[in-house]
Nanobody, 129 residues
């Protein structure tokens, strides 16, 4: 059972990145899956999620209109890749982005909160000005 992120890197302000999260070892479609981020010295905040029920997508206010969640259509029920497309990126988007599986994803302030059962190790996003 694991979540493995990739796709982070250094990008200039206004640029784009696609983050990937490979989820495996469990029936991914049975769970809500999404992304958190954490900047240095700040609390972890929810960015986006795809709900298992009907595939409904939820975004933090700061992500709305700039970030897009999606997933592949794998036939393997024990493996799935989830994506987070981000554009245009701002300096304040920098941080470690972590894939997460959990429940009760809801808006709180300008971000999301959730009860997380499984975390990935994260991928670093750096945005140059």
């Amino acid at each position: 059972v694991q979540l493995v992120e990739s796709g982070g890197g250094l990008v200039q302000t206004g640029g784009s990145l696609r983050l990937s999260c490979e989820a495996s070892g469990f029936e991914v479609d049975m769970y809500d899956i999404g992304w958190f981020r954490q900047a240095p010295g700040k609390s972890r905040e929810g960015v986006a999620c795809i709900r298992a029920r009907y595939g409904v997508k939820l975004y933090a206010e700061f992500a709305e209109g700039r970030f897009t969640s999606s997933s592949d259509s794998s036939s393997d029920i024990m493996k799935k890749t989830v994506y987070l497309d981000m554009t245009p990126l701002k300096p304040e988007d920098a941080g470690v982005y972590l894939c997460a599986v959990g429940a009760a994803w809801v808006p709180r302030g300008n971000s999301l909160t959730a009860s997380i059962d499984l975390w990935g190790k994260g991928t670093q996003v750096t945005v140059g000005s």
